[in-house]
């Protein structure tokens, strides 16, 4: 039994899916709001007897492997090795592909320079800069081992020679961490000098990257640098702080979403440990993807400028998408709280008063209150200019209300605020609202997929498709070799097959399934993911199949061409008087018939 086999047999599919999203039991199939795609009723199952998952929503289907694949972003070798963790199966080390004999050099290497800035901070007297400047921010002990705080010293090479010289990784390994620079004269030197380090975490636990406060008063430099977008760091994904705390998240099914690394300590520190940083004021879709596992409410708590408005406006689009409430703690009106006591951002205020950052949290108001309040600030509700700038901002985000209640709720408040007759009100807010769908809808309708009815050589094609896909990487290629000249009738194989022979390295079907335009993913998917096809073949058998299967479409793809072919024929044999020309395609037609014809008898 080959280990794979061995190890998908020990992880029993329901409880590893069970351990990461809500499944219900019903039936002989398990249920589930599908993980892949947004949806509020669930289409997502689960079934223990042939230990596979399908989507009847997005399609989504496959094995445990699959499943950890696809909802962990890792990689097959990973996913492998978290079930036979798992399993308490020890796994042969041949299993591992060269990137993730990589990822795994470079997470060590990142995680050794975490251990050695935090050793320079708590441990070491070249750290003290680092510890008073923590005092002063009120950053505790506690803190600073939960989030594994470090310290960077003003030496050009100190985490390079510990790394190079002590440790002895090469450089190009360590120069693809991002913690070191190659300079002008072809030299390296640290990217992180003089600064207070921040391990960035995946939502694994495991260190990605690191951001670093200046400590030096220095003014060339920045005060915040992060690490740059590597194999393992994705800025779009990074939630800081999200894997120790998921728990907490995950209990209340509640999240705060603060900027800065300082803020998320802060609040940590004022007893609200559900709380995430994004780092910046953009929240992505990989980031709410990724709360929405664990959350119901997302709290928004960006700062009040432009930039952290614009976030909270696009904010909604994001999240509406996944059935998430979205909710806002608006510190520029916090009614509990004198005007002298009013405070810039989060991180001040869990400092200077624990409790009343803990009321924010609790008073956070709806997104649109939120919006709504912004636009009194910004425009002047009396004058007729302020009026239409008003309506014309709040507009298409109150159409974006789904509950006819909530919205003429904000429709009222609208018109007493601005003095206007409701009515009046209702249609210009209409207006804006079906221009705005009318965009919407012809988006969308480019990406839905329209139903055709498959003929009998498309579905022999699709199946010629699924089965290539599914030989072990290493022949992959050599099979396809064997499609090379096949005239497909469906059109997004030929040029599938193209990019199959021209992809460079070892195969890797998500990586090849990622260099696809979006058209030829689709075909691609359509044919992977039938149902039908679902069973996997052994070796043998799915050599066996291919052969025939392939015999069957090259066959009936020369059947199909001999068919047209007797069409132009007849064409040109009911015209009772033929040109020359026609007298010699009528017989460059039969020829080519007689060619075709022994080639299906070759194949037999
Ligand atoms: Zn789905």
């Given at each position: 039994m080959s280990q794979i086999r061995e190890i998908k047999d020990a992880s029993n599919i329901v409880e590893v899916i069970g351990e990461r999203i809500k499944l219900d039991a019903g039936g002989i199939n398990f249920k589930a709001c599908c993980p892949f795609h947004s949806e509020k009723t669930p289409s997502f199952f689960v079934n223990p007897s042939i230990q596979r998952y399908r989507c009847f929503g997005c399609g989504a289907n496959g094995d445990v492997l699959d499943f950890l694949q696809n909802f962990e972003g890792v990689t097959f070798y990973e996913a492998l090795k978290t079930l036979a963790d798992r399993s308490g199966i020890t796994l042969k080390e041949?299993?591992?592909t060269k990137e993730d004999e990589e990822r795994e050099k470079l997470l060590e290497i990142l995680n050794l320079a975490k251990e050695y800035y935090h050793f320079l901070l708590t441990?070491?007297?070249?750290g003290q800069t680092g510890r008073d400047y923590l005092q002063d921010r009120d950053v505790s002990a506690e803190s600073i081992k939960i989030f594994q705080l470090g310290f960077a010293t003003n030496a050009w090479d100190s985490l390079l020679k510990y790394l190079y010289q002590k440790k002895k990784y090469p450089l190009e390994l360590i120069e693809r961490t991002g913690l070191i620079l190659k300079g002008r004269n072809g030299g390296y030197y640290d990217r992180f000098r003089e600064r207070l380090m921040f391990p960035l975490k995946n939502h694994r636990g495991q260190v990605v990257g690191f951001s670093g406060r200046l400590l030096s008063k220095s003014p060339k430099e920045a005060k915040y640098i992060n690490s740059p977008e590597t194999l393992l760091y994705h800025k779009s994904k990074m939630l800081y702080g999200y894997s120790e705390l998921f728990r907490e998240i995950k209990k209340k099914e509640q999240v705060v979403v603060v900027e800065g690394e300082f803020d998320m300590i802060s609040s940590a520190q004022a007893h609200v440990n559900h709380v995430v940083a994004i780092k910046g004021s953009a929240l992505t879709t990989e980031q709410v993807n990724l709360l929405s596992r664990v959350a119901k409410t997302i709290i928004l708590s960006l700062d009040a400028d432009e930039a952290g408005i614009k976030a909270t406006e696009r904010a909604i689009g994001i999240v509406k998408e996944k059935g998430i409430d979205l909710k806002v703690i608006d510190l520029k009106h916090?009614?509990?709280?004198?005007k002298e006591d009013q405070v810039k951002d989060p991180d001040e205020l869990a400092r200077e008063k624990p409790k009343a950052w803990r009321q924010a949290v609790e008073s956070a108001i709806s997104v649109y209150e939120f919006l709504f309040n912004h636009a009194l600030d910004i425009y002047d509700p009396l004058s007729a200019d302020g009026k239409r700038q008003i309506i014309n901002y709040l507009a298409p985000i109150l159409e974006t209300i789904d509950h006819a209640v909530e919205k003429e709720f904000y429709l009222q408040k609208l018109s007493v605020a601005l003095n206007v007759k409701e009515s009046l009100l209702k249609e210009d807010v209409a207006k804006f609202g079906q221009a705005k769908e009318k965009l919407a809808t012809t988006t969308d309708n480019t990406s839905a997929k329209p139903k055709i009815f498959k003929s009998h050589q498309e579905r022999n094609e699709e199946y010629l498709l699924f089965l290539l896909f599914s030989f072990p990487a290493t022949t992959l290629k050599e099979k396809a070799l064997e499609l090379q000249d096949f005239v497909f009738?469906?059109?997004?194989?030929k040029p599938v097959i193209e990019q199959l022979l021209n992809f460079k390295g070892s195969f890797d079907l998500s990586r090849f399934a990622l260099s696809l335009a979006e058209d030829l993913k689709k075909s691609l998917m359509d044919a992977l993911l039938s149902p039908e096809y679902e069973q996997k073949l052994e070796k043998e058998t799915l050599e066996k199949e291919w052969q025939a299967t392939l015999l069957r479409v090259k066959k009936e793809s020369l059947r199909a061409e001999i068919a047209k072919i007797n069409e132009e024929i007849t064409k040109l044999d009911s015209s009772l008087q033929r040109t020359i020309l026609e007298e010699q395609k009528l017989d460059e037609l039969l020829s080519l018939i007689v060619a075709k014809q022994s080639a299906i008898k070759k194949l037999s």
């Open positions: 041949f299993q591992r441990k070491h007297e070249v916090l009614d509990f709280l004198a009738v469906s059109p997004g194989f």
